[in-house]
C-alpha cells in the first residue's frame, strides 16, 4: 500500500511534468505563428517596487500616464484575479532604420512605422492564446500596454530582456527595439523567473550624453518629465527650456534607442521598409480635418493622443526650425477655441519674428483670458 506521503510525492512529481510539458508546448507554438521572443514568470506580487514608485512619485518623476493607485500597479491578480503565471513575448521592429532626412518636416518615432503595434501585437497574443488553447483550456488576459501593471518588469521576470540605464528593456538579440505584450493566464507553467536586474549596460553612458533634455541619470532612470517621447505626448504645459530639444519630433523620440550599442545590429540588418513614412508635413496639420487625421494618420501608434497635440508638437517644430513662411498659418491659430494651441502659436510667433509678435500678441490680450494673458505677458518678456 502506497502512503499518503508516497501520493502527494507522485502527484508533485506529475505536476511538474505537466508544467514543463505545458512550456515546451507554448514555446512551440509561439515559433509557429513567428514569435521569437518569448519568456514565462510567475512573479505575481511586485509590492518589493512600493518605494521605487512612491519614491519617484514624491520626486516628480513619473507622469499623467501611470497609474495613481499602487495596488492596482503592483500585483497581476489586481487585473486578472485566477492569474497563476504570465506569458512575456517581444515584438522587433526598426530593421534597417535610419533617421531619414527632415528638411523642414516633423518627424514620428520609429514605433509609428506601419500598423499600430498595439493592434499587431494584440492580434497576435490573441493567435497565441488559440494555438495553445489547442492543447490545455485555459482562461487568459491580453495586456499590450494599457494594463496599470509593470510592463518591463513583467517582461524582465519572465527572461524577454534586461532593463537598461535609459529604462528601456533591452534583449541580447534585438536590442530595445522590441514591442511588448503579454498573456495573464490561470495556468501553471514552469516559468524563466528573472527577479535580480543584470548590470547590461555596465560603464557605457552613451544614452545619457545623448538625451537632448538631460532626462536620463548617470547611474540610470529616468525623469519622465524631462523625456521628449513623453512632452510629445503630453497634454500638461510644456516649460520654455524644454521646448527647443523637442525639435521637430511630433511624436515619439528615438534618440537613446538610436545611439544604444545594443542595437546596432537590429539597426544594421536589412530591410525594404520605407522609414519617410514617418515625415509629417507640418503645414498639412495645421490644416487638416480631425476626419482626414483619422483616415491618415488613425492607423498609427503614435496617432492616439489626436490631431490637437500633434498641432501643438507641430507649432513647437515650426519655431525650432524657423519656418517664417509659415507666419501667417500660426497667426490663425491665435483664434483657435483651444487655449493650448492658443499658448504654443504665441511662443512659435515669437520665436519666429519677436517683433512683429509682440505687436500681434499685445492686441490680441484684450480678449483673452487671464491665463492666457500671462503666458503671452511672459513669452514677449523672457524669449
Known amino acids: 500500500m502506497i502512503s499518503e506521503n508516497k501520493y502527494d510525492i507522485i502527484n508533485i512529481i506529475n505536476e511538474m511534468k505537466e508544467c514543463i510539458i505545458m512550456k515546451q508546448v507554448i514555446f512551440k507554438a509561439a515559433k509557429l505563428i513567428g514569435i521569437d521572443i518569448i519568456g514565462i514568470t510567475d512573479v505575481l506580487d511586485y509590492s518589493y517596487m512600493t518605494d521605487i514608485l512612491i519614491k519617484r512619485a514624491a520626486d516628480g518623476l513619473d507622469c499623467e500616464f501611470e497609474e495613481r493607485d499602487l495596488i492596482k500597479r503592483l500585483d497581476a491578480r489586481n487585473v486578472f484575479q485566477n492569474c497563476k503565471s504570465i506569458i512575456a513575448i517581444g515584438v522587433p521592429y526598426a530593421f534597417g532604420y535610419k533617421k531619414p532626412e527632415t528638411d523642414n518636416m516633423g518627424l514620428l518615432s520609429v514605433s509609428s512605422y506601419g500598423e ?11 493567435e497565441l492564446a488559440e494555438e495553445i488553447k489547442k492543447y490545455f483550456d485555459f482562461e487568459y488576459k491580453i495586456c499590450v500596454d494599457t494594463s496599470p501593471l509593470i510592463d518591463r518588469e513583467i517582461c524582465k521576470n519572465a527572461g524577454v530582456g534586461n532593463i537598461g540605464k535609459n529604462t528601456l528593456l533591452i534583449n541580447e538579440n534585438y536590442g530595445s527595439f522590441i514591442n511588448l505584450g ?3 493566464t490561470d495556468l501553471k507553467i514552469e516559468c524563466d523567473n528573472i527577479i535580480k536586474d543584470e548590470d547590461i549596460c555596465s560603464d557605457c553612458n552613451i544614452c545619457i550624453k545623448s538625451c537632448p533634455n538631460k532626462a536620463i541619470f548617470k547611474d540610470g532612470g529616468i525623469n519622465s518629465r524631462r523625456c521628449v517621447s ?21 511624436y515619439g523620440c528615438d534618440i ?11 539597426i544594421e540588418k536589412r530591410s525594404n521598409n520605407d522609414y519617410s513614412g514617418l515625415l509629417v508635413d507640418l503645414e498639412e496639420i495645421f490644416e487638416i480635418t480631425n476626419k482626414d487625421f483619422s483616415a491618415k494618420y488613425g492607423m498609427l501608434s503614435g496617432s492616439w493622443r489626436g490631431k ?23 497667426k490663425e491659430e491665435l483664434s483657435n477655441d483651444s487655449d493650448m494651441i492658443k499658448i504654443y ?4 510667433l515669437v520665436k519666429l519674428d519677436r517683433k512683429a509678435a509682440t505687436k500681434i ?3 490680441c490680450m484684450k480678449n483673452e483670458n487671464d491665463t492666457i494673458k500671462r503666458e503671452y505677458l511672459k513669452l514677449m518678456e523672457v524669449l
Open 230 to 250: 513623453y512632452l510629445t505626448q503630453t497634454k500638461e504645459y510644456i516649460p520654455l527650456e524644454y521646448r527647443k530639444n523637442m525639435k521637430n519630433q511630433i
Open 308 to 330: 490637437n497635440v500633434w498641432k501643438r508638437n507641430a507649432l513647437i517644430a515650426v519655431g525650432n526650425l524657423s519656418l517664417y513662411h509659415m507666419f501667417d498659418l500660426v
Open 182 to 184: 503579454y498573456l495573464l
Open 116 to 126: 499600430d503595434y498595439h493592434k499587431k501585437l494584440n492580434d497576435l497574443l490573441k
Open 361 to 363: 500678441l499685445y492686441n
Open 345 to 348: 502659436a504665441a511662443w512659435c
Open 256 to 266: 537613446c534607442q538610436i545611439v544604444c550599442p545594443k542595437n546596432q545590429l537590429n
